[in-house]
């Protein structure tokens, strides 16, 4: 979907990462497009499962990261949002855009990403916690390690280039 050198630009402004993003997410609407057909294609639920698989993850993918564009820079993935809501929920091209988000249970992009972000930032935090006796316990356990070998390495046995390897694998 991405390649590397659409990812940054000199100025982190995530410009031709959103673009690379929209164009693809755009053709991606056509599968919608085929399967929402009045009198054979998938029902509603089904659409806006499909929308969620394909379309919404990739909108949400990263948004850690590129949520430091500005908001006008965000902003363009919004049409690629609605048109993907709009074809899974059958709605008129006139319908508002509030209602069409109320009417399919769907947050704003936006709110979606704030709400990522959140998640992820909890997520961040019960993960530093549950390391911290694990770091605290391997900091200890190299600092005595670290004295027993310089020990070891200076007065000891050990004292020929052994120094080099300890450092290599611990």
């Not at 690629?80 to 704003?108: K, M, Q, W």
Request: hydrophobic residues 40%; glycine residues 4%.
């Amino acid at each position: 979907m991405c390649r590397g050198d659409s990812l940054f630009d000199k100025r982190l402004t995530w410009v031709p990462h959103l673009r690379t993003v929209k164009v693809s997410r755009l053709k991606a609407l056509n599968l919608l497009r085929v399967l929402s057909h009045t009198s054979w294609g998938a029902d509603r639920a089904t659409l806006l499962r499909l929308y969620h698989v394909v379309i919404r993850s990739k909108l949400d993918y990263g948004c850690e990261v590129y949520s430091s564009a500005t908001d006008a820079r965000l902003r363009v993935l919004d049409p690629v949002h609605h048109a993907g809501v709009r074809l899974a929920t059958g709605a008129f091209r006139s319908s508002p855009i509030p209602s069409l988000l109320v009417d399919a249970n769907e947050p704003p992009l936006d709110l979606r990403r704030q709400s990522l972000m959140v998640r992820w930032f909890v997520v961040g935090i019960d993960y530093i916690d549950f390391l911290t006796p694990y770091l605290a316990w391997r900091c200890h356990l190299t600092s005595c390690l670290s004295t027993t070998f310089y020990i070891l390495t200076h007065h000891g046995p050990l004292a020929s280039g052994s120094e080099r390897l300890w450092r290599r694998w611990v």
